[in-house]
């Protein structure tokens, strides 16, 4: 079964979804770019994200918001 692409749209409300959890990891601030954010994602494309942390985050702990 083909997976359908994330949009920024849907990007978006999940991000806002899981503010307090983001927050929680040690998050600051966070910014989507690349093709997520341009809307021309692909069904094998990642999603972009640079992160600005305070505290001890971590790559592993922000993969986890999407598994969810």
């Known amino acids: 079964m083909?997976?359908?692409p994330l949009?920024?749209?849907l990007t978006v409300e999940r991000l806002v979804a899981s503010e307090p959890e983001i927050r929680a990891?040690?998050?600051e601030r966070l910014?989507?770019?690349?093709?997520?954010?341009?809307?021309?994602a692909r069904s094998d494309s990642d999603v972009d994200f640079l992160?600005?942390?305070f505290g001890p985050a971590?790559?592993?702990?922000?993969?986890?918001?999407?598994a969810n």
């Not at 910014?31 to 021309?40: H, M, P, Q």
């Not at 971590?58 to 999407?66: F, H, I, M, P």
């Open 51 to 53: 992160v600005r942390a």
């Open 2 to 4: 083909a997976l359908s």
């Open 31 to 40: 910014a989507l770019f690349g093709s997520v954010l341009r809307d021309d």
């Open 7 to 9: 949009t920024r749209e």
């Open 25 to 27: 990891l040690g998050v």
């Open 58 to 66: 971590t790559v592993w702990a922000s993969g986890r918001l999407w």
